[in-house]
């Protein structure tokens, strides 16, 4: 069983940016994809955007391309979602999970972004 843990969650102004890691423990992933999702206030969770273990090809939500990365260390078993341009809309709880057959598998236990105007 893999277990999962984000950090670095914290409060920034808008535009501003932030990085979160998620570090994964207990199992290879090299035959899984990682991926991010968040649930803001009042809404449903979300897809971010999810990287492959073994290659490290990359897909975004239109909502968050072309300011939010996601890579990933597999020396350290570590997946990183660098959030750039933030915005007050981008304020949520983010969530890793293990990513199997197209649905998160195993979610760590997330970690807030809170994003001032």
């Known amino acids: 069983q893999v277990q999962l843990v984000e950090s670095g969650g914290g409060l920034v102004q808008a535009g501003g940016s932030l990085r979160l890691s998620c570090a994964a423990s207990?199992?290879?992933?090299?035959?899984?994809?990682m991926g991010w999702f968040r649930q803001a206030p009042g809404k449903e969770r979300e897809f971010v955007g999810r990287i492959t273990w073994r290659g490290g090809s990359t897909y975004y939500a239109d909502s968050v391309k072309g300011r939010f990365t996601i890579s990933r260390d597999t020396a350290k078993n570590t997946v990183y979602l660098q959030m750039n341009s933030l915005k007050p809309e981008d304020t949520a709880v983010y969530y890793c999970a293990v990513i199997a057959n197209s649905s998160p598998q195993v979610w760590g236990q997330g970690t807030l972004v809170t994003v001032s105007s």
């Open positions: 207990g199992r290879t992933l090299s035959t899984y994809s």
